[in-house]
């Protein structure tokens, strides 16, 4: 069992968006190498990762096109800001060891639903970290966030993408030429994770305890 650490904050469960109480998430497991991760969300200091990381050819073949242009990356950085205060998005640094390997994002965020994307890890990183931010990102989005539904979109053409999401019970709800859209309901997800867990041996829940702090259960 991993020991598990969220940031020191608490908040009642009547808040309907704790944003700025979800700036930063530590977990760690001496078992593990790396055996820490963080996620951070993200800022204007974050640019050049996040461009290097977009611009990467053997990254960005199923993103959509970024200019590489660091300037233009801060001024989209800064307008993030305003939608993350706002409770719009949340755009996630991940860490291994304090060194930065990959980005997850919640967006379009409203009353019952919101957005996952920006899935994306540099090539040395942990082959478990991007299942562990998966899994803990819908975590806070059924548990906290209190979402009732997550869409997402995976290119037609990043078949082992396809492949691993198919794992999950989620629902085909639209395609066109380049893309498979997708949703995932609460109990589609409660379904979906333990499956996960079962042939890759992680799982993450994430939910309020008796003092309306955040607790996480962890195994990876």
């Known amino acids: 069992m991993a020991g598990i650490q969220l940031s020191k904050f608490s908040f ?25 991760l963080k996620f951070k969300l993200a800022d204007k200091s974050d640019a050049e990762f996040i461009l290097g990381l977009r611009t990467n050819p053997s990254k960005n073949k199923y ?19 305003t939608r993350e205060e706002r409770g719009e998005e949340l ?20 009353e019952n639903e919101c957005t996952t994307g920006s899935w994306l890890f540099s090539s040395n990183t942990y082959q478990l ?27 037609k053409e990043n078949k082992k993408v396809v492949t691993y999401h198919k794992l999950k019970r989620i629902t085909l709800i639209n395609e066109d030429e380049e893309n498979f859209y997708y949703s995932m309901s609460r109990a589609e997800w ?31």
């Open 12 to 36: 009642s469960k009547s808040l309907m968006l704790p944003i700025q109480l979800l700036k930063e998430i530590n977990l760690s497991n001496s078992e593990r190498d790396p055996c820490f």
């Open 63 to 81: 993103l959509n096109y970024t200019e590489p242009n660091l300037e233009n990356q801060i001024i989209w950085l800064n307008e993030y800001k």
């Open 91 to 110: 755009y996630y640094i991940i860490y291994e060891n304090n060194i930065p390997v990959g980005t997850i994002r919640i967006y379009n965020i409203n």
């Open 129 to 155: 970290t991007p299942i562990i931010s998966e899994l803990l990102i819908y975590e806070i989005v059924y548990n906290i966030l209190k979402k009732s539904t997550v869409l997402f979109d995976v290119r």
């Open 190 to 220: 409660e379904e979906s994770k333990m499956k996960i867990f079962n042939l890759m041996g992680v799982k993450i829940d994430v939910d309020f305890d008796e003092y309306n702090k955040i607790r996480i259960n962890s195994i990876w």
